[in-house]
């Protein structure tokens, strides 16, 4: 921008906040992905028992085991038990803050593990994950890990 005397100036707008978030953005999709749990079998989730109510909240990552901030990208799912539909619902910290939902149907026999991507805020370091899952029968399980990234910094 030039101002009113003629003197180049350098706009401090939007278009810096842009670039530095551009620039975090690609960080975090270029660095190491990790896996909870690895080199474990996946956390079963149970639905309640009766259709499209949420069944237990269960631990997936306990407390005090990423100890950096971080930012879960995709939910594997494996075993399903039946043919359902299913809503699951993420929460994290102590006070199980509400942090993301996702969904899948299962129509037929499972082969293989499914990846669902998912996205929230940035999880604060040493918190534990919660999932719970509600399916169109009330009956089913589901088995899963989470894909994270550590906060790009």
Known sequence: MIDLIGTLRRLLTGI???ATLA????ADLHTKQFVYPVLATPVTLPAEGTAWT???????VPI????????????????????????GRVTYGADDTEWS??????GGAQTASTVIPIQGIV???NSAV????????GTSTLAVKIHYHIEAT
């Open 16 to 18: 810096d906040t842009a």
């Open 64 to 87: 005090n085991t990423i100890a950096s901030n971080f930012a879960i990208h995709e939910i594997m799912i494996s075993a399903m038990s039946a043919n359902a539909s299913f809503v």
């Open 101 to 106: 939902f996702f969904t899948l149907t299962r």
């Open 23 to 26: 620039a975090l953005v690609l």
């Open 123 to 125: 999880i604060p370091a």
């Open 54 to 60: 949420y069944g237990t909240l269960t631990q997936v």
């Open 130 to 137: 919660k999932i719970q899952i509600a399916d169109s029968v």
